[in-house]
């Protein structure tokens, strides 16, 4: 808890990009729960799942049992195919101005975190960290450790600023 603490403090001004119904009137919620059809089973949706939990009590939210809950958090993983690419030129070897060529591509996940209205699933907060999700190579503590620090980051934006 006190490393998952250091590190939000750290990253205060990291935050992902966010959306919000604007309709809608956070400061009524103030329980949260995980959904119940959120997988806490995988290794990775575990991860998830504990750093929310040690997180959304720094948010204002009360940990509870999904019926008694105002709000649910879901998350999904996001695939995204990120083109690489070189940089344009100015004095290429193809002239005066070498644009930018596409030399190959990379498949990236990006982690999804939603709150909703439990029972009519009205998604009324989101956020899409923009960083790459840990890729295969990220394992163990280190894995759970960049899981972590995402889920703090879009954390950040809960309540949204209206």
């Not at 006190?2 to 103030?30: K, N, Q, W």
Request: aromatic share 8%; with cysteine.
């Amino acid at each position: 808890m006190l490393r998952i603490l250091a590190l939000v403090l750290l990253l205060g001004g990291c935050a992902a990009p966010y959306d919000y119904a604007e309709d809608t009137d956070f400061s009524r919620f103030d329980t949260v729960a995980l959904a119940p059809d959120m997988d806490t089973t995988s290794l990775d949706g575990a991860r998830i799942a504990d750093a929310a939990r040690d997180l959304l009590p720094t948010r204002g939210l009360t940990l509870t049992e999904p019926k008694q809950a105002s709000l649910w958090l879901n998350y999904r993983l996001d695939e995204n195919v990120r083109l690489l690419t070189t940089m344009p030129s100015m004095f290429g070897r193809h002239g005066f101005w070498d644009e930018e060529r596409v030399y190959g591509a990379r498949r990236e996940l990006h982690l999804v975190l939603w709150l909703e209205q439990p029972g009519s699933g009205r998604v009324l907060w989101q956020s899409r960290h923009p960083n790459a999700f840990p890729g295969d190579g990220v394992h163990g503590t280190a894995r759970r450790d960049k899981i972590s620090q995402q889920v703090a980051e879009l954390l950040e934006n809960y309540p949204p600023e209206q």
